[in-house]
């Protein structure tokens, strides 16, 4: 079935980085982006940005610009998401979604999600 | 930027009621607009997509309607797995924006 997996919780330092996978099965990868979207304890959903699998293509939230860096590799069908720079208000769930530059397939599929807690 | 402005934020309903939650957007999107229905601790799931169609598994006591800049998620009669949080999200251009969410309670 299509799936997005995602890899476990992580415990991070302010400062420090964070590196989040997302492994797509059941379709074709390239013929999709992923978006990631996060959200703080509490709070609602925040767009982080867009990569298109098939080119590499991104567009980022103008907020984090600079210190976020979404990759993808074609040969495992895998997404990844890096954040620098970390701090206590990055702390959140993130979640990769498939998504679609032009159409409507857009955030059918979401990964289970990650938890990044930022504490020192 | 699109602006999506969702209201009410937080809505209280008895089971068998009809629900209407409204997403405005501040400039024009065409249909691009999804609904997703989000549970505590839980992933959020689309409804609709296209700003009327219904997802695939998703009861017929959903529906979306709406284009441009106004749009609607109606819940027919409401049952108890719907008290949830709702969110709208706008896809027509980048930065893609998320209304900020329907709290629906028992009432």
């Known amino acids: 079935q299509v799936q997005l997996v995602q890899s476990g919780a992580e415990v991070k330092k302010p400062g420090a980085s964070v590196k989040v996978s997302c492994k797509a099965s059941?379709?074709?990868?390239?013929?999709?982006?992923i978006s990631w979207v996060r959200q703080a304890p509490g709070q609602g959903l925040e767009w982080m940005g867009w990569?298109?699998?098939?080119?590499?293509?991104?567009n980022y939230a103008q907020k984090l610009q600079g210190r976020v860096t979404m990759t993808t590799d074609t040969s495992t069908s895998t997404a990844y998401m890096e954040l620098r720079s970390l701090r206590s208000d990055d702390t959140a769930v993130y979640y990769c979604?498939?998504?679609?530059?032009?159409?409507?397939?857009?955030?059918?599929?979401w990964g289970q999600g990650t938890m990044v807690t930022v504490s020192s | 930027d699109i602006q999506m402005t969702q209201s009410p934020s937080a809505m209280s309903a008895s089971v068998g009621d009809r629900v209407t939650i409204t997403c405005r957007a501040s400039?024009?999107?065409?249909?691009?607009l999804a609904w997703f229905q989000q549970k505590p601790g839980k992933v959020p799931k689309r409804l609709i997509y296209?700003?009327?169609s219904l997802q695939s598994g998703v009861p017929s006591r959903f529906s979306g309607s709406g284009s441009g800049t106004e749009f609607t998620l109606t819940i027919s009669s409401l049952q108890p797995e719907d008290f949830a949080t709702y969110y709208c999200?706008?896809?027509?251009?980048?930065?893609?924006?998320f209304g900020q969410g329907t709290k629906l309670e028992i009432k």
């Open positions: 990569i298109s699998a098939y080119n590499g293509n991104t």
């Open positions: 999200l706008q896809h027509n251009s980048y930065p893609n924006t």
């Open positions: 296209a700003a009327s």
């Open positions: 059941g379709y074709t990868f390239t013929s999709y982006g």
């Open positions: 400039q024009g999107i065409s249909n691009y």
């Open positions: 979604a498939r998504d679609i530059r032009y159409g409507y397939d857009a955030f059918d599929i």
